[in-house]
Nanobody, 130 residues
Framework: QVQLVQSGGGSVEAGGSLALSCEVS????????MAWFRQAPGKEREFVAV????????YYADSVKGRFTISREDARNTLYLQMNNLKSEDTAVYSC???????????????????????WGQGTQVTVSS
């Protein structure tokens, strides 16, 4: 059974950088569409970034575009999120998510709704102080 194990995160001052990792265990990350979501206190879970199963296309929420970078290294079964120029409004619990692409269409889409994903990491706190 595929599981996602997150690492990274922590606390940083505004303008700083943090990196998150999400390792796939119990299987391969290949053929999985993978994404990052976040949830701030009192708010709904929101989309951050997604990468296709081939790793050739990425898509970002407007709020993080130009500051965050999603990437994957399937040889290490790992998804990454590099976060630069962090702002206080980036404070949230960040979770990685994945689902298996079983059709050609699956491998081409870049879903941003958490309802599309059926495998989730445990979540990790990112706190940005101003």
């Amino acid at each position: 059974q595929v599981q996602l194990v997150q690492s990274g995160g922590g606390s940083v001052e505004a303008g700083g950088s943090l990196a998150l990792s999400c390792e796939v265990s119990g299987g391969s990350s290949r053929s999985h569409i993978m994404a990052w979501f976040r949830q701030a206190p009192g708010k709904e879970r929101e989309f951050v970034a997604v990468i296709t199963s081939a790793g050739d296309t990425t898509y970002y929420a407007d709020s993080v575009k130009g500051r965050f970078t999603i990437s994957r290294e399937d040889a290490r079964n790992t998804l990454y999120l590099q976060m630069n120029n962090l702002k206080s409004e980036d404070t949230a619990v960040y979770s990685c998510a994945a689902y298996l692409a079983t059709t050609v269409m699956d491998s081409l889409v870049i879903p941003t709704s958490p309802d599309n994903y059926n495998i989730w990491g445990q979540g990790t706190q990112v706190t940005v102080s101003s």
